[in-house]
């Protein structure tokens, strides 16, 4: 790795933390920045673990909402892996106004810093929630919608990949890049909380005998992506040749799993006694079936993924 300086905001989360990982492994110099609204100390404690010699961390509690916190963190960066926001989907419906304060007002505040410190590459987490209920499968890129949005959370995130294409286009010297993230899971990620993903919310509950929820009849798909694979991913993006920049880019494994298929692959893997699911009403804002095509990240960045679902929750234990 030639950078040296690298900035991940959000470095207390879920996919922050293993960013921090991998450039903690590879001996680089980072900065963290989280406020610890869903994230925690810990998943930090152990992203240091695996410190190369040379490498060094700067930790920075605060908030995105706060240009001078913003400024402070660019300092001498080369690379940004933005990846700090108000996460919830549900969580986004009942509040709108924080989550636009986090996602947009917060996303133009990094942007804007990283524009006036010189940083080189900004890569940020955009999300396959801006294909909302598009029909056409698998999700191009240019298939995105705005009229088809089911939340404020996916509306952000859109908004997102409209600033970091202006800025591109304006300003030459930064360039900015947008990964669509699709149902990412790993170790780490909080299994606790109304609005836990489900993959640790259903493995918590098969290690303790407790039910596991489907919202609607299990038919619906999500393409599972494993964090590692999404590490890889940022690692491709920061080094790939300028004309990524502008670009947004699917991140996923390209396969799409039922919900009932994969309760099945937890329950053979987790608890084979397990008792059958059940079945509740659809979430507003969810997504029926999500399903990549990762031609684009192929192509331009030369990415495949790693792991697939299987061999990911075997990495995860
Ligand atoms: N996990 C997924 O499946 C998935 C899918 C698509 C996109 N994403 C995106 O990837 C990124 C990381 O998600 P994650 O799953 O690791 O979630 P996470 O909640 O674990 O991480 C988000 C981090 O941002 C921090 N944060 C929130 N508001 C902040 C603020 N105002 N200032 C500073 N820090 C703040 C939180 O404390 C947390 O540590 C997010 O941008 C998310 O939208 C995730």
Redo the contacts with the bound molecule.
């Keep these: 790795m030639n950078e040296k300086r690298w900035l991940v905001?959000?470095?207390?989360?879920?996919?922050?933390s293993h960013l921090l990982e991998a450039l903690m492994e590879a001996g680089q110099d980072v900065v963290g920045?989280?406020?610890?609204?869903?994230?925690?100390a810990r998943?930090i404690e152990a992203a240091l673990g695996k410190r190369a010699s040379g490498a060094s961390f700067e930790f920075i509690e605060?908030?995105?909402?706060d240009i001078a916190v913003c400024e402070r963190a660019c300092r001498n960066v080369n690379v940004v892996l933005h990846?700090?926001?108000?996460?919830s989907v549900p969580g986004s419906l009942a509040d709108p106004a924080l989550t636009h304060a986090?996602n947009v007002d917060?996303f133009v505040n990094v942007l804007q810093a990283a524009k006036n410190a010189g940083v080189r590459r900004f890569i940020y987490?955009?999300?396959?929630?801006v294909y909302g209920n598009c029909a056409k499968l698998p999700s191009r890129e240019e298939d995105a919608a705005l009229a088809k949005l089911l939340s404020p959370?996916a509306l952000t995130?859109a908004v997102n990949e409209l600033y970091a294409a202006a800025w591109s286009g304006i300003y030459a010297s930064l360039q900015c890049v947008g990964l669509?993230?699709?149902?990412?899971?790993g170790a780490r990620?909080?299994p606790n909380g109304p609005y836990a993903?489900v993959i640790p919310r259903w493995i918590d509950a098969l290690k303790n005998g407790a039910p596991v929820t489907i919202y609607g009849d299990g038919t619906s798909s999500r393409d599972f992506c494993y964090v590692k694979n999404v590490v890889s991913a940022n690692m491709l993006a920061a080094y790939a040749s300028g004309d990524v920049s502008g670009q947004v880019f699917n991140i996923a494994c390209g396969e799409k799993t039922t919900l009932n298929e994969l309760f099945s692959v937890l329950k053979n893997r987790f608890d084979k006694q397990a008792k059958e699911c059940v079945y509740e009403p659809f979430r507003a804002g969810d997504i029926a079936h999500s399903f990549a095509s990762i031609e684009r990240a192929r192509s331009y960045l030369n990415y495949k993924p790693i792991y697939s679902l299987e061999n990911g929750i075997k990495d995860m234990e």
């Design positions: 905001t959000g470095a207390a989360g879920f996919i922050g920045l989280d406020n610890l609204s869903s994230g925690y998943n605060g908030d995105i909402r990846h700090a926001a108000y996460v986090v917060g987490a955009s999300s396959s929630a959370y995130k669509r993230y699709f149902n990412v899971f990620q909080d993903a």
